[in-house]
């Protein structure tokens, strides 16, 4: 989730052409925000378990959730754990509304090992979030920043008229699990930048400020935030879709890290430095 650099190290002994992909800056940025967007998650979930529905709207409408996770004592004294979707009923005893070791379930929004710090304290939940918080928001502004204002942002992550005619490529490759070599690896492709662009410029500042209108102080001083997304209830609604979002991302990502070359790949994030695939091996029709 960070713009490429494009100083060419030189050809290496073995025919193979290294560049230097990522800054030191880059690289701090996106481990530590990696850390912090997991403890953030699970303290988010931690949170959500104090009151494990959803609504929409400006106040909570218990007898209709948009989502709920509850348990249930079934026909034979069992606990059940029971998610809802709208009128939809899932059974997700063991993972959602009611987890536990087998023979000892406790009702229960997500498991207590999703969760930070632990089992059930809604109180510590809270802190651990806001500390999370306060480092990557300002984080996150401060990486935004310096992207747009040494042109990376522009040059690196905006797509131009001509990359939109390859989309339909790009998604058929990705599908395929091929991947781009040679000069082509030195960019992202159509469907990085604008997974990057969503992801940088949508859901993660939804996510603060949704994080935000949650916050009574915060709606204090800036009432509007509550118009901007339809009441508290709603921000909470969109904060929770947000971080799901975020979640896929990350497995999609990982995903992709693993199967187009994990060592490449965790050693430019650490070193800076990228191999380029050669392009002899590029096509294999």
């Not at 997500?110 to 651990?128: E, I, M, Y």
Request: glycine fraction near 8%; hydrophobic fraction near 45%.
């Amino acid at each position: 989730m960070v713009a490429p650099q494009q100083q060419r190290q030189g050809p290496q002994d073995s025919g193979e052409t290294v560049i230097k992909r990522h800054t030191l800056f880059t690289r701090v940025w996106h481990w530590v925000t990696v850390i912090c967007l997991v403890g953030l998650l699970m303290s988010g979930l931690q949170i959500f378990n104090a009151h494990p529905a959803l609504y929409w709207g400006k106040d909570s409408s218990f007898d209709a959730p948009a989502l709920s996770m509850t348990a249930a004592r079934s026909v034979d004294g069992g606990l059940r754990g029971i998610t809802q979707v709208g009128d939809y009923r899932f059974d997700t005893t063991g993972f959602l509304g009611a987890s536990g070791p087998t023979g000892d379930l406790k009702p229960r929004g997500f498991p207590a090992w999703a969760t930070l710090p632990g089992p059930r304290s809604l109180a510590k939940g809270r802190h651990w979030h806001f500390l999370y918080a306060w480092i990557f928001a300002p984080l996150m502004t401060v990486y935004l920043v310096t992207l747009i204002v040494s042109g990376q942002f522009w040059r690196r992550l905006v797509p131009r008229r001509r990359e939109w005619k390859a989309i339909g490529h790009s998604l058929r490759e990705h599908l395929l699990l091929r991947f781009p070599r040679g000069d082509e690896a030195r960019h992202y492709n159509i469907l990085q930048k604008l997974t990057y662009l969503l992801v940088l410029c949508v859901i993660l500042p939804v996510v603060v400020l949704t994080g935000l209108t949650m916050a009574p102080s915060v709606d204090a001083a800036w009432p509007w935030l509550l118009d901007v997304f339809g009441g508290r209830q709603s921000a909470r609604t969109l904060h929770f879709i947000c971080a799901l979002l975020l979640v896929a991302f990350f497995f999609v990502h990982i995903v992709l890290v693993l199967v187009s070359g994990v060592f490449n790949n965790l050693r430019s994030m650490i070193t800076g430095r990228y191999t380029l695939p050669p392009e002899k091996e590029s096509q294999h029709e």
